[in-house]
């Protein structure tokens, strides 16, 4: 490996992912620094190869998406920056498109960006467990309403807020795509 690779830690990486479209995705702008190159040539390699980005490797954000996240992150509107909307890669457009650039750096922190992924993955798997439980509960709360009740229940909708979106179970029509690692036993 090389001398000026950076080795980052999964946590780093984890912050730049977004949910957009109910999809975990990071934007071609936090993709193109990782992987040491710039945005524009990060894009320009995707576009080269685009048979090999369907829509759920990438795809462009709408305006509307777009001014949202900006209202969201406080990202700039100055003069400079961008001039196209921006692209969201998923987990698996992350990795291909290490593979497009076929640099070192790309290939190393592409390993970095799976990890993030996964390790999110796992977080919203335990979010999950809780949302059921809350689930329950409202139910049970729903059939019964009185002026407490009902604060409890705004209180449940607050809490799924901030939870962010479930994650949607795959259609019985589609394969998953990937691996599902064995549990470890401790």
Request: net charge positive; proline share 5%.
């Amino acid at each position: 490996m090389s001398k000026t690779l950076v080795k980052l830690p999964v946590a780093r990486v984890a912050e730049v992912i977004l949910v957009v479209r109910d999809e975990k995705v990071i934007l071609d702008s936090d993709l193109a620094p990782l992987y040491g190159v710039e945005t524009r040539a990060l894009i320009q390699a995707v576009k080269r190869n685009n048979r090999r980005f369907p829509l759920d490797f990438m795809f462009q954000l709408t305006r509307k998406e777009f001014d949202a996240l900006r209202s969201q992150f406080v990202i700039s509107k100055g003069s400079g920056g961008r001039r196209h909307l921006p692209y969201a890669f998923t987990e698996h457009g992350a990795v291909m498109a290490a593979n497009v650039l076929n640099s070192e750096r790309a290939v190393v922190m592409s390993v970095y960006v799976v990890r993030a992924f996964v390790e999110l993955r796992e977080v919203l798997i335990g979010n999950s467990d809780l949302s059921q439980k809350l689930d329950e509960l409202e139910r049970k709360l729903t059939a019964r309403q009185n002026v407490h009740e009902k604060a409890i229940l705004q209180l449940f909708a607050q809490m799924r807020n901030l939870l962010g979106p479930q994650p949607t179970q795959p259609s019985p029509t589609r394969k998953e795509i990937g691996f599902r690692p064995k549990p470890v036993k401790r």
